[in-house]
């Protein structure tokens, strides 16, 4: 008789090797022309999807706080000076305070670019250091597309140095991000920070990619989508 596991159907590897995204997944909506409904139902989708996150405009804090149970699985993450960080240090910080009085659990903070290319490192790590202080986790937003490389490597610096403990590829306003963003990101850190890959994250192939680069977080609005295409093993 034939040996019955011979007869079994065989599963492609690409389906049984697939991580669960879910759990990396900071589930996205910044575009400032969408209201209340869209934001519940923001909420909504990361519950029932157990996404890592929801990410949104301090703006609509309170309204996600309501929706999302406090020490709940699904974190309430807020931007800081988002989307260009061209504003100054006060205003930052007091926007950090903001967010964290509205019931943020973590806060995706744009640092002082302009700062940064006059070559003043201790204005961009007072500028986090600010932040950090507060005690909620930061994840910095490097937008690596249009930071040279040595520039790029200062920042992880001074961004480790100030206490954040994700690196953030971008912002979404600019080219898709690479799993070899990702790499570059995870060599510059050496274990001493996460990355969360964001912008253009458009489909599940790209999302694996990332995470295989090394992402632990992935910041998208296409969540949905890709815990559908992953669930249909497209």
């Known amino acids: 008789m034939a040996d019955s596991a011979s007869s079994r159907p065989v599963t492609p590897e690409r389906e049984t090797d697939r991580p669960d995204l879910a759990p990396l997944i900071d589930h996205a909506l910044l575009d400032p022309h969408r209201g209340r409904e869209a934001i519940l139902r923001c909420c909504d989708e990361a519950r029932h999807f157990g996404f890592a996150g929801v990410c949104l405009a301090s703006r609509w804090l309170p309204v996600a706080r309501e929706r999302l149970p406090v020490d709940g699985t699904v974190k309430l993450v807020a931007v800081v000076g988002f989307p260009f960080g061209a504003i100054p240090a006060a205003i930052k910080r007091a926007e950090a305070e903001w967010a964290a009085a509205a019931g943020a659990d973590e806060l995706d903070v744009v640092p002082d670019f302009g700062a940064l290319a006059d070559g003043d490192g201790t204005a961009v790590l007072d500028d986090l250091a600010a932040i950090t202080d507060l005690g909620l986790p930061v994840k910095v937003i490097l937008e690596m597309g249009r930071l040279d490389p040595e520039a790029l490597e200062l920042l992880v610096e001074i961004s480790i140095d100030a206490g954040v403990r994700h690196l953030k590829t971008g912002s979404g306003f600019g080219p898709p991000v690479t799993p070899e963003q990702v790499g ?31 992402a632990g977080r992935l910041g998208t609005s296409r969540g949905v989508a890709l815990m559908q295409a992953l669930r249909a093993g497209a």
């Open 184 to 214: 570059r990101l995870v060599a510059l850190a050496r274990g001493r920070a996460a990355v969360k890959a964001a912008g253009g994250i458009a489909d599940l192939d790209q999302a694996l990619a990332l995470v295989a680069a090394g």
